[in-house]
């Protein structure tokens, strides 16, 4: 049991960096444009 629920924390981890990853490219090119 604790098992799983490992996996899923740290699915959810994965899941969170990604997206943060994906805002960070956007913020990027955002400011890129901009200037």
């Given at each position: 049991d ?27 090119i ?6």
């Open positions: 604790l098992k799983s629920s490992e996996s899923i924390s740290s699915e959810l981890v994965f899941s969170v960096l990604e997206r943060s990853e994906l805002v960070l490219s956007e913020l990027e955002f400011s890129l444009q901009k200037s």
